[in-house]
């Protein structure tokens, strides 16, 4: 334990030459990694991809793709390294004046780093904006070092905090996210990770928006190259390994609402940025107004001490696991229950559109997932050559678009989501109210949809339809079975609360 201003020594022995050189192969700086992965390196590096996107407000996940998959941290384990030495802040077993000692173990570390040399000192201040902009992988040694006494104890302390905040597919085993098998994370934990920071650590959380750092006559520029370019954004970490691929933890607040975003796996700096910013237009514009979500604490905190002393009107949230339940949480994409779908093959056609604004094929604004699960999942796709499906009874499917978007796409199929309960009224018309990369989010915005305009389109026959050009595929998320009074009145329904919506002629 630390005395307040006290100057951190403790033993280290010696690094070798070898384990010098083979440290120094690998580095976690995403910006300056960044160019090894541009022109035709990088069009084979394509590495797993996840993310997520939560209603810090309410706590709903209101986007996801891959959020329970493992995956490695790379430089956002750094946001678990400043979780514990907020912690220690806050308690007042250290202070940001605190001198912190630099080892052998911690100079030697690859970079990104200051470029400390053993038996230097450092500011627990000066640490903490090293580690937010540079992400300093020697830095968050001597953080590990001085509030554990080594490396591998820190890791532990982590890896324990993590499960207490209910990130349970997580695991630490370094302080910096350096490259090792065993260092593991999910976006989903990664998302609260980023809540619980801000929810636990309000003063010390605003060190994540600072956008340059002046250390020795140097400024050094936060890698984080939304902060300042994307309104509301505040934070908070990127990281990068090549097994990773390039990633980001980004928190933004807009008014009053306020939204926690991850991405894994660009394949480089600018297209996790990309994909960030387009999670960001498509889900901010939606999010809550009012905080309903009580904070994000510690599972341990909360049987031993919340319980008894926090008074009956507030309610405290204990971060448990989406395992612990026998359905999927809200927002995964793990596998649920289906109800019976069909697939239909369709012809490739023109399509009339009406004279309400277009929607862009790359809107992918999204609405916070329903309090019940849906069965949307497991829709299967009929293949080019398969044989012709009978004829749809109309009374038990409702209307089918005949035609897709353009005859020069070559699109095989079109998914039918769960069938109406009635003959859908009319036929002659249907809406698209979104197209997506993924599948999944085209089947969230068709739920989504029918959540806000249940009178409009209680009739109406939900379906995806996949279109590819070139290599790239979007799925469509469309309502047929409609007249045009109908569908001009669900489109401007939809658009009130913000649902792109486009008229289609069959």
């Not at 604004?365 to 849906?374: G, R």
Request: positive net charge; charged residues 20%; hydrophobic residues 40%.
């Amino acid at each position: 334990m630390l005395r307040a201003g006290a100057l951190v020594r403790l033993p280290w022995g010696a690094v070798g030459l070898a384990t010098l050189l083979a440290v120094t192969a690998v580095s976690t700086d995403a910006n300056a990694r960044g160019r090894h992965h541009h022109g035709v390196a990088a069009e084979n590096y394509e590495p797993s991809t996840a993310s997520i996107v939560v209603d810090a407000n309410s706590g709903a996940v209101m986007q996801a793709s891959n959020a329970d998959s493992p995956r490695h941290p790379a430089s956002l384990t750094k946001i678990m390294t400043l979780y514990l030495l907020f912690e220690r802040l806050e308690a007042g077993k250290i202070k940001l004046t605190t001198e912190m000692q630099v080892s052998p173990h911690a100079a030697a570390q690859a970079p990104s780093k200051l470029g400390l040399t053993p038996g230097d000192t450092i500011q627990v201040e000066t640490a903490i904006r090293a580690i937010v902009t540079k992400s300093a992988n020697d830095v968050a040694v001597i953080v590990a070092e001085a509030l554990a006494g080594d490396e591998t104890e820190f890791a532990k302390l982590m890896t324990a905090k993590a499960h207490a905040l209910g990130m349970m597919h997580t695991t630490y085993h370094n302080a910096s996210g350096l490259p090792d098998d065993v260092q593991m994370t999910t976006a989903r934990d990664q998302a609260t990770l980023g809540r619980a920071i801000q929810d636990r650590f309000p003063k010390y959380y605003t060190y994540f928006s600072t956008r340059y750092f002046a250390y020795h006559g140097r400024m050094i520029r936060n890698h984080n190259h939304l902060l300042g370019n994307v309104e509301g954004v505040d934070g908070i970490k990127t990281g990068y390994i090549h097994d990773s691929g390039f990633n980001i933890v980004t928190s933004v607040r807009r008014g009053n609402r306020h939204i926690v975003a991850v991405v894994f796996g660009g394949h480089t700096a600018e297209a996790r940025d990309a994909r960030m910013r387009s999670m960001i237009d498509n889900n901010i514009n939606v999010a809550s107004l009012k905080r309903t979500a009580a904070p994000i604490i510690e599972g341990a905190e909360a049987h031993v001490k919340d319980v008894k002393e926090t008074p009956a009107k507030e309610k405290v949230a204990v971060a448990t696991p989406a395992s612990r339940n026998n359905e999927p949480a809200l927002g995964s994409t793990d596998p649920i229950k289906p109800n019976p779908v069909k697939t239909f093959a369709v012809q490739v056609g023109s399509v009339h559109t009406a004279s309400l604004s277009p929607l862009p094929s790359d809107s992918r604004k999204l609405m916070p997932a329903p309090a019940s699960p849906v069965t949307v999942t497991n829709v299967m796709i009929a293949k080019k050559d398969a044989p012709p499906q009978p004829a749809a009874k109309p009374a038990n499917l409702g209307v089918l678009p005949a035609r897709l978007a353009s005859a020069s796409e070559n699109i095989p199929v079109a998914s039918v989501l769960p069938e109406p309960t009635a003959t859908p009224r009319g036929g002659g018309w249907m809406i698209q109210v979104g197209a997506f990369p993924e599948e999944s989010e085209a089947k969230q915005r068709l739920t989504a949809a029918q959540e806000k305009a249940k009178d409009q389109l209680g009739q109406a026959a939900p379906f995806t339809e996949k279109t590819t050009k070139g290599d790239k595929a979007l799925y469509r998320a469309r309502f047929a079975g409609l007249d045009k009074d109908q569908a001009e009145t669900a489109c401007k329904h939809l658009k009130r609360d913000e649902i792109p919506c486009m008229l289609l002629k069959n």
